[in-house]
């Protein structure tokens, strides 16, 4: 199949949905991006890229960057981390006190706001003040990119309207949830999600995920293969807030969103795809990313049902 | 791969789990069943069926039966079924109420509890009082076996003891999202819940959704291939109530379960599996039929991430 | 002070407020009633009555009931009866089965719906088929008048269209909490709730509330002291379901409405006012009952703080 | 009735249950607590005062303090202060952010603690940094004594400890519901909870909400008659977190308690009551205080209802 070719019909077809969403507008860094923009990237496990759209554009990759948190702690605490935060989906929005508190101060799972608090809580116990180094270093090695950035606009921005997580962190630190300090792990996790990509960047980044833990094209083992199927049955079940099994109903693949506009889709065995459109549908999803996706598995049968 | 020394080695390893679970025991009929059990079939999509332990032991199928009621809705409301019950996992125990009063009577999904009553609602609008029959000959046509059959002692305790369902049944009559007389289709739904079948039997009948909505064998065409991956998609986000993230983590399959002790799974394009073992771990799902599950797809490396 | 003047000043403020409510249209019994109308009754302990409005007009008394069932219930359990009701206030609306689910079948006070009937649960246990007639016998009693009756026309009203209460009576039998039969515990609780009276009726009614528990006037001591000042206090902290703060705040005194559009309120030592006006407010209260309670207070001081 | 001797009776009547509770253990600076101590002052209109046990000890008055920042807030923002912060009892425990969640940051009480922190927050809008100050002054004043102080031991605790209390503010805060500083405020309202005084002390200061506002000693106007009534309304309906209606059922007076074991109760017409005894029920509030107060509206008839 000619992947070229699906991206280019994907690009046409989206065409008339690039005015229909709402661009985050929570903080104002987010909330003056043109909102017409798309990119998508393919990179298959064998090296070869595919892309349409602004594919070098940076954007703020916001929640997926907790994708990176997770593997990492994942890998330094294995079985041991899933005793902070859980796996299961939540059920609620993505920001809900009302589940934390009912549970107790367990999140969720890792890929909603207080389960990726909780993960750079334990990335600061072991990392320390170089806890933002290590992440960045990290994401430098996965993307074979040493040109990856925080955007510090964007990470000043969220500190400074971040009530909402602070909320979270504190109600998390009550029940003994946050073993480092509030601002500490908070600057950890604001600046992690303020981080800027293109989508050629996400999609080479998260390769490992489609090849049971090894980047194919390096080599590197990121993790094992148990682990990396884990991460992807958590992207499928969790990885889009309250709209997870929307998206795994409509696009069929284990898939990660931010709210800056784009998603990260894998397809096991195959490929890494990335997506970015700003406007995002009433979930807090990219409209248009999503829709991309839906369109690529069913041209291409890419489905994992 | 030699399934059948797989299954062997499976029905070794879980032999020391078989003590652990408790025995569903909300009706007096299903709380007198011996714990002990364990069954397994494997049915391929070539006909081929490898078994191990009681394989022709008949069982109370409890919930899996919402798969069956599920796909004949969706064959008969296709997209219009979403405007009465939504595809997202629960986050909340099976029977909760909490959950359908704050989003006014649409069930999460069809395959908790308040679900599946609008999906047999949806069946008595279209059936009347030839619901059941419609229902059993659908499963009979599934299966290619005239004798299954309903257990009336089952039905009969699940109608007596039935009220957390004759809460939800009321409660999504007050918002107008049961259109038929709650009696009528609790009775449809107690007694789909009460049908037995074999592990032989419950692999057998769920093939069409191993392969795009076509039984193999028969080469009838079930459902459209869309909505056979859809299906599947939702076993894969809400088959298991409150553990189906966890499932989806350890099995890495699309599943069903219910409290009678079975489990299905499919392996999109190469199998359909069913387990028995009666004893529940705490979220209600038979404890060592997951394991059971789990140990397959780490045996063979058949999970879908 | 002059109670008639004070009467009749209320009535004439009250009239621009006439139109501004909405009568209660959840069943088609009671959203017929013309909402302009009017009644105010205030029966002193010396017997001496003043009314202003249609004070001979019936209407349906509906919640006020559960004042009369939850007496007779606390005459015959005493302190037994609060392991089945508690008398904390909701916080959450009359009907919500949230609350009763969190807290496992144990209504959070006896003037909620949930309370209302397990105290018609406890009533059904004692007299059996003969609940509905002792519960009648009980207020003829407190009336001093024989030709209280129920309303059959509302009552069957209210059995064809109570699924919100069926779902409320099954999930607490589901906990437990109801003994009976559930259609034998809500016939007693609808018909209860679909009796008729006039504000006269009613003030003379709950005379014994104003006086320590003796009805001033026939010397009959309905309840001890103490179960009168605890009904008294239920009342002012859960007798107008989510708005009882709001009652206490503006009215400051023990009271209880329905959604017919009567309340009724006691000023302990002196006496008992009744009042009665069908359109409500967003609360589910009488909007110029409410108002009217606020100005007899304001004008004549006798707020309890 | 002679007051003293009924204090007497009580005194020896609480004795047995003196080691039945458990002294409130948050924060270390209240863990420490001798469980041991009882007190217990009457202050009439007329100015005479009846005490007994260790009535000259001072002890922190927590939340009891809420009564006094939520009178001078009154004072200021009259009706408009309803705006910020409502007037239910909760129906949850005292801290909890569900409610608040889903009431997108309306408290529901003044006396919860979201609504005391949103009556900080009125009160920095009003005095900036002299907050404390004018907190202090206004305390000093009702007490006609200016050797009232803040215990910075507790307040330092408080502050290092309060992780619940933050989550509330940046959760309100996130809901527009707190407009300055989170620490600013934060550092208000743990002060005035941290305030110490003697039950003397207490129930001299709250005089004023026995007699329509004025204070009936000196003569000066705190409150209007109607705002009087109000706080006390309130503090009926919400002065005890969740055990608010219990409190009305056995004491049958106006309240609020404090963790650090202190109850005040009004009379309204004749005197304050002011209570302390450090061990705590299982709802939060002084188990001996409860009962003596208890004890003191049966052997005098003085409750309300």
Redesign the interface.
Known sequence: MNYQTVLQEIEKEIQPLLTQGKVADYIPALADINPNQFAMTITCNDGTTYSVGDYEQKFSIQSISKVYTFTLALKAYKKELYKRV???????AFN????L??EAGLP??PFINAGAIVVSDLLVSLYKEKTLLEVMQFIKELSHNEAIEIDDGVATSEMEYG??N??????M??FGNIHNK?EDVLEVYFNHCSIAMTTKELSRSMLYLANNGVDPISGIEVTTP?Q???I???M???GHY?????F??RV?L?GKSGVGGGIVAVV?GKMSIAVFSPALNEQGNSLVGTKALELFT?KTGL???
Chains 1, 2, 3, 4 share one sequence.
């Open positions: 859980w796996r299961e989906p939540s059920g609620n809900s006190l009302v589940q508190e009912y969720r799972n009530f909402t602070r909320a979270l962190t504190n109600l630190k009550s509030v148990s990396a199927k884990r992807n049955a958590i499928l079940t969790c309250d709209a997870s099994g929307d795994a109903f069929g284990p096991p069913t489905s994992i049902f």
